[in-house]
């Protein structure tokens, strides 16, 4: 995504002189509406949340923030339900909204001890992964897959599934070694291999059902600087090398940029080279010039395609070196909605030419890059890379967008190819879905039912996945 903007503008400028009026009076140029907004409180006088792209709402009943377990196991037994916690709101799935009680962690944050010689950590739920990034940096540890996005709470992050990249990698819940949580009863637990196994390995990635998670213990790795490299290639250059760029580097993934034939290729790799100066982010003036371009040229795929590639041919590769903290997860202010599976990785790449072919065939309006990542296995009961290599695919959509072509032209391809949806992002899948896709699906509901038997955990979603109501 490293376009120069000054470049795309000069492109575009330059099409100016030989696009015919009726292109540009088909073209979408002008100010974009806002979606329409909810109320700011319902007839009752409860005050609107909503989730970081605006898709999900809701108007509790009551809030709360804990600032101690204690608090909370009481929290849990008197207050009205559901209770469902809630960190940044970066789930597009309604795992938060309810009617109930609205938990936020954001009193119980920061490290709470750690271990030099085993490189763990045990920290509060609520911490941030951002802050978490700077805080193990203290103590010499790292993480060493972290999430596109670092804003979560980590008990968030990891009760969703919440990854980065990397063939030899597991998601964030992946490198958890033990966990603490209130169950639905105020019942404070301590869970690893040893203790509670069964729900340690139900709760790791949890989506909140299972109880609340208020300590997080993580096997990090000592602090490494890494290498960030950042180039423009052909998709199909890319599609044939990734198998050989995927084993050749530690974090890895690339973004095809729609209607240009041309992909970003971002890769990590441990170095011990002294930190580099990092130029100023252009990702995101970059991903704005992709929406002026379709704006601009939407009504004419090939002329679209001709100026991307021209502007995109002369744009210089992006090296940079700093800890992997620092570079792993990027800022993201234009806000979207996302769809993401996880597919076996031999199905990753032909999955992702039939939904290439679909968007740029269908749906001209799309810009977003579709982003490719793969990630190591784990045994989290409720883990979409449970069990096997997983090559992921995520399609997004620009928040003022519509966004049901998600639905009606994605999910199918992903289904097809045996998917598994992330659980923070949209899919329309209900419990008999994931109990096919998943092994211990059923073991997880039942352990659920007895862990929670009066649901004080599950809002209107969870229950139908759950099948609980």
């Given at each position: 995504?490293?376009?120069?903007?000054?470049?795309?503008?000069?492109?575009?400028?330059?099409?100016?002189?030989?696009?015919?009026?009726?292109?540009?009076?088909?073209?979408?140029?002008?100010?974009?509406?806002?979606?329409?907004?909810?109320p700011?409180?319902?007839?009752a006088?409860r005050?609107?949340?909503?989730?970081?792209?605006?898709?999900?709402?809701?108007?509790?009943?009551?809030?709360?923030?804990?600032?101690?377990?204690?608090?909370?196991?009481?929290?849990?037994?008197?207050?009205?339900?559901?209770?469902?916690?809630v960190?940044?709101?970066?789930?597009?799935?309604?795992?938060?909204?309810?009617?109930?009680?609205?938990?936020?962690?954001?009193?119980?944050?920061?490290?709470?001890s750690?271990?030099?010689?085993?490189s763990?950590?045990?920290?509060?739920?609520?911490?941030?992964?951002?802050?978490?990034?700077?805080a193990l940096?203290?103590?010499?540890?790292?993480?060493?897959?972290?999430?596109?996005?670092?804003?979560?709470?980590?008990?968030?992050?990891?009760a969703?599934?919440?990854?980065?990249?990397?063939?030899?990698?597991?998601?964030?819940?992946?490198?958890?070694?033990?966990l603490?949580?209130?169950?639905?009863?105020?019942?404070?637990?301590d869970?690893?291999?040893?203790?509670?196994?069964?729900?340690?390995?139900?709760?790791?990635?949890?989506?909140?059902?299972?109880?609340?998670?208020?300590?997080?213990?993580?096997?990090?790795?000592?602090?490494?600087?890494?290498?960030r490299?950042?180039?423009?290639?052909?998709?199909e250059?890319?599609l044939?090398?990734?198998?050989?760029?995927?084993?050749?580097h530690?974090?890895?993934?690339?973004?095809y940029?729609?209607?240009?034939?041309?992909?970003?290729?971002?890769?990590?790799?441990?170095?011990?080279?002294?930190?580099?100066?990092?130029?100023?982010?252009?990702?995101?003036?970059?991903?704005?010039?992709?929406?002026?371009?379709?704006?601009?040229?939407?009504?004419?795929?090939?002329l679209r395609?001709?100026?991307?590639?021209?502007?995109?041919s002369?744009?210089?590769?992006?090296?940079?070196?700093?800890?992997?903290?620092?570079?792993?997860s990027?800022?993201?202010?234009?806000?979207?909605?996302?769809?993401?599976?996880?597919?076996?990785?031999?199905?990753?790449?032909?999955?992702?030419?039939?939904?290439?072919?679909?968007?740029?065939?269908?749906?001209?309006?799309?810009?977003?890059?579709?982003?490719?990542?793969?990630?190591?296995?784990?045994d989290?009961?409720?883990?979409?890379?449970?069990?096997?290599?997983?090559?992921?695919?995520?399609?997004?959509?620009?928040?003022?967008?519509?966004?049901?072509?998600?639905?009606?032209?994605?999910?199918?391809?992903?289904r097809?190819?045996?998917?598994?949806?992330?659980?923070?992002?949209?899919?329309?899948?209900?419990?008999?879905?994931?109990?096919?896709?998943?092994?211990?699906?059923?073991?997880?509901?039942?352990?659920?039912?007895?862990?929670?038997?009066?649901?004080?955990?599950?809002?209107?979603?969870?229950?139908?996945?759950?099948?609980?109501?």
């Amino acid at each position: 995504m490293m376009v120069s903007r000054r470049s795309l503008f000069l492109g575009m400028a330059g099409v100016a002189a030989v696009a015919g009026a009726g292109g540009w009076a088909a073209s979408r140029v002008g100010v974009q509406p806002e979606p329409p907004a909810p109320p700011g409180q319902d007839e009752a006088g409860r005050l609107l949340w909503r989730n970081w792209s605006g898709i999900q709402t809701a108007y509790p009943a009551q809030r709360a923030a804990p600032g101690s377990e204690g608090e909370l196991a009481a929290l849990v037994r008197t207050a009205p339900g559901p209770l469902r916690a809630v960190g940044s709101g970066h789930s597009f799935m309604p795992l938060v909204p309810t009617p109930g009680t609205l938990v936020t962690l954001d009193r119980m944050t920061g490290l709470i001890s750690h271990d030099k010689a085993t490189s763990t950590a045990v920290a509060w739920g609520g911490t941030r992964l951002a802050d978490l990034g700077a805080a193990l940096a203290g103590i010499g540890q790292e993480m060493p897959n972290l999430p596109d996005i670092n804003k979560q709470s980590l008990a968030g992050a990891t009760a969703t599934g919440t990854h980065g990249t990397g063939a030899t990698l597991p998601a964030l819940h992946g490198n958890i070694t033990a966990l603490r949580l209130v169950t639905g009863r105020g019942d404070i637990l301590d869970c690893d291999v040893a203790r509670n196994a069964e729900l340690f390995q139900a709760a790791r990635l949890g989506l909140g059902a299972f109880g609340i998670v208020t300590q997080v213990t993580l096997q990090n790795s000592p602090l490494k600087r890494v290498e960030r490299n950042v180039w423009l290639q052909p998709l199909e250059q890319t599609l044939a090398d990734w198998p050989r760029l995927h084993q050749a580097h530690r974090n890895i993934e690339f973004y095809y940029l729609p209607f240009t034939d041309m992909t970003a290729v971002i890769t990590h790799d441990e170095t011990d080279e002294p930190a580099t100066v990092r130029p100023p982010a252009q990702d995101n003036e970059a991903l704005l010039d992709l929406k002026k371009l379709r704006d601009w040229l939407g009504w004419s795929p090939a002329l679209r395609r001709r100026v991307a590639r021209q502007v995109m041919s002369g744009l210089e590769p992006e090296r940079v070196v700093d800890e992997s903290w620092r570079l792993l997860s990027n800022e993201r202010p234009v806000r979207f909605n996302e769809m993401e599976f996880h597919l076996p990785l031999e199905a990753q790449v032909g999955a992702l030419q039939e939904v290439i072919a679909a968007i740029e065939g269908q749906r001209n309006d799309v810009f977003f890059p579709i982003e490719a990542r793969i990630v190591a296995p784990d045994d989290a009961w409720l883990s979409p890379f449970q069990g096997r290599m997983t090559g992921s695919i995520a399609v997004h959509a620009y928040y003022k967008d519509q966004y049901d072509f998600l639905y009606q032209l994605v999910e199918p391809i992903m289904r097809r190819h045996g998917g598994r949806p992330h659980w923070g992002k949209l899919n329309s899948l209900k419990r008999a879905d994931f109990a096919a896709l998943y092994p211990r699906f059923n073991d997880a509901a039942e352990l659920r039912r007895q862990m929670d038997p009066e649901g004080r955990f599950l809002n209107d979603y969870l229950r139908g996945v759950f099948a609980d109501a």
